[in-house]
């Protein structure tokens, strides 16, 4: 089973260490994920090929050029004053979805795929099997504050499947798998240098989701051979600069490289 985390930009280095552990001859028979990685796990189970990360890679790549996610302070200020429900309308996000989701419906993948979003309501984490993929996707990558909340079929406003589980192996786990892969691009927790409201919201965010992460991990079985690929974090910052996209394919790749080095899970030849 693969599991792949929430991330933001840091999604772009799922895609290398997707590219290693395919080209190692690890493919999934499942797929659990959340926001970013929700973005890269729909295509995967789809089709769990090295043409598909190929795919993949060159989407990441366009997505460095043409940003989903307008930028600029005044258009943030002008959004908190009208009461809109995000600083970005979420349109772009959309377009892109729509452009490259591979099946209409969830259900539709080869490979079983789970997907997490938070019901805005209640504050429930919702497990989507089935369904309309490009709603639920951009409900799964709908950050808190920064995108609008989506409605899903069951009638409720949906956000950011990471609020709850940034990387989903409770989830994981209560579908008994025997072998994890973890695409873990979550970032450290680490104070936002410069102090600003969008900073300190997302630094929040980021504090509340690692501890919440380090209670998930306590609830794996041991007796789970889980192969962990973590991307280091070395400056803690915000995930949205697309412009680090490349070294970030290559830090995954890296990463990964290093991880099926230590697992043991392949044979000397």
């Known amino acids: 089973m693969f599991v792949l985390s929430g991330g933001a930009v840091r999604g772009a280095a799922q895609v290398g260490m997707l590219r290693e552990v395919l080209t190692a001859g690890i493919v999934p028979d499942a797929v659990v994920a959340v926001s970013a990685g929700a973005l890269n796990g729909l295509p995967i189970a789809n089709d769990p090929s090295l043409a598909q990360v190929e795919v993949l890679e060159e989407l990441w790549r366009g997505v460095a050029d043409n940003p989903p996610i307008r930028g600029g302070t005044l258009r943030t200020i002008v959004s908190i004053l009208r009461s809109r429900p995000g600083f970005d309308t979420g349109e772009r996000l959309r377009e892109l979805i729509e452009d490259n989701v591979p099946v209409a419906d969830l259900g539709d993948t080869l490979l079983p795929i789970h997907v997490g979003t938070t019901a805005a309501s209640t504050g429930r984490l919702c ?38 589980s940034n990387l989903p192996l409770r989830h994981a786990v209560t579908l008994s798998p025997t072998r994890m892969v973890v695409f873990d691009v979550a970032a450290d927790f680490l104070p936002p240098e410069k102090q600003t409201a969008l900073t300190l919201m997302l630094t ?7 501890e919440l992460t380090r209670q998930e991990w306590i609830d794996v079985p041991a007796d789970i051979e889980v192969m962990h690929i973590k991307l280091v974090d070395p400056g803690g910052g915000l995930d949205l600069d697309f412009g680090d996209t490349e070294s970030l394919l290559g830090d995954g790749a890296a990463a990964a490289r290093a991880a099926i080095a230590a697992s043991g899970w392949l044979s000397p030849d």
């Open 204 to 210: 929040g965010f980021r504090a509340a989701t690692a």
């Open 127 to 164: 497990w989507w099997t089935d369904g309309p993929a490009v709603d639920i996707l951009c409900a799964s990558a709908a950050i808190p504050g920064v995108f609008p909340a989506v409605p899903l079929t069951d009638g409720d406003l949906h956000l950011d499947g990471g609020v709850l």
